[in-house]
């Protein structure tokens, strides 16, 4: 998912980033991984999208063994595309698990930016 977010680069338009302290066991990793699916699940579901128009927006939420890059600035495509490159990178040996979630569902649709800082306020303008 990260080599197909790259290749769309030049239409990004907002970023967004989180990270949950590491855990200190396998079932806090486990609780703290469901508890930002479930949370981008239920932000992504019944997102008001307009066919044809608008933006689309697209979550990767990740549980690894190891610690990932991170970013310093929201609003910093260079930071934005290291990070990705590094997600690209992973090996199926550090990875636990995986989710992408897209919002709106509705294909062909998309999100106002006014709705999109709404539904998902971590979100940054790029330059």
Same mark, same amino acid.
């Given at each position: 998912?990260?080599?197909?977010?790259?290749?769309?680069?030049?239409?990004?338009?907002?970023?967004?980033?989180?990270?949950?302290e590491p855990a200190v066991n396998n079932a806090a990793?486990?609780?703290?991984?469901?508890?930002?699916?479930?949370?981008?699940?239920?932000?992504?579901? !019944? %997102?008001?999208?307009?066919?044809?128009?608008? /933006?689309?927006?697209?979550? +990767?939420?990740? @549980? &690894?063994?190891?610690?990932?890059?991170?970013?310093?600035?929201?609003?910093?495509?260079?930071?934005?595309?290291?990070?990705?490159?590094?997600?690209?990178?992973?090996?199926?040996?550090?990875?636990? !698990? %995986?989710?992408?979630?897209?919002?709106?569902? /509705?294909?062909?649709?998309? +999100?106002?930016? @006014? &709705?999109?800082?709404?539904?998902?306020?971590?979100?940054?303008?790029?330059?």
């Open positions: 998912m990260a080599n197909a977010l790259l290749a769309v680069q030049p239409q990004w338009k907002l970023f967004g980033y989180g990270e949950r990793l486990e609780q703290s991984y469901r508890a930002a699916v479930d949370d981008f699940r239920l932000r992504a579901q !019944g %997102a008001p999208g307009t066919p044809g128009e608008g /933006l689309v927006v697209v979550a +990767l939420v990740l @549980a &690894t063994r190891a610690p990932l890059q991170g970013v310093s600035r929201l609003d910093d495509v260079t930071q934005v595309r290291a990070l990705l490159e590094d997600r690209a990178r992973l090996l199926s040996s550090v990875l636990l !698990g %995986a989710e992408v979630f897209w919002a709106p569902e /509705l294909k062909g649709a998309g +999100l106002s930016e @006014a &709705t999109v800082m709404v539904r998902f306020p971590e979100m940054q303008r790029l330059p």
